[in-house]
Nanobody
Framework: QLQLVESGGGLVQSGGSLRLSCAAS????????IGWFRQAPGKKREGLAC????????YYGDSVKGRFTVSRDNAKNTAYLQMNNLQPEDTAVYYC????????????????????WGRGTQVTVSS
């Protein structure tokens, strides 16, 4: 079964940090770009950070630039999202997604129509 599984979410105080993981099973991530997205209740899905298959290119949304860092370890078939200085407005369900055929990482983040999606992990930031 081809799937992505997110982990690492939880409850954290304002100013704290979390690292999310996105593990692939049933396929390898080597040739896939990876993106991180989130959706808060009543809000549209937001593209946060996307990384190309070769680690060469990244894109960050304005709301997380300078605070979040996307990375990948193809040997572990896993991607990560390091989140620092978390704020209450970062509270949402966080999803990872992967696709082999993207135009640019910016497009991937802004207009996601991607092959594989995880089920999400909840991140809650208390004030």
């Amino acid at each position: 079964q081809l799937q992505l599984v997110e982990s690492g979410g939880g409850l954290v105080q304002s100013g704290g940090s979390l690292r999310l993981s996105c593990a692939a099973s049933g396929f390898t991530l080597d040739n896939h770009a990876i993106g991180w997205f989130r959706q808060a209740p009543g809000k549209k899905r937001e593209g946060l950070a996307c990384i190309s298959s070769d680690n060469g290119n990244t894109y960050y949304g304005d709301s997380v630039k300078g605070r979040f860092t996307v990375s990948r370890d193809n040997a572990k078939n896993t991607a990560y999202l390091q989140m620092n200085n978390l704020q209450p407005e970062d509270t949402a369900v966080y999803y990872c997604a992967a696709d082999e055929a993207i135009t640019t990482v910016r497009t991937m983040c802004l207009f996601p129509a991607l092959d594989y999606w995880g089920r999400g992990t909840q991140v809650t930031v208390s004030s």
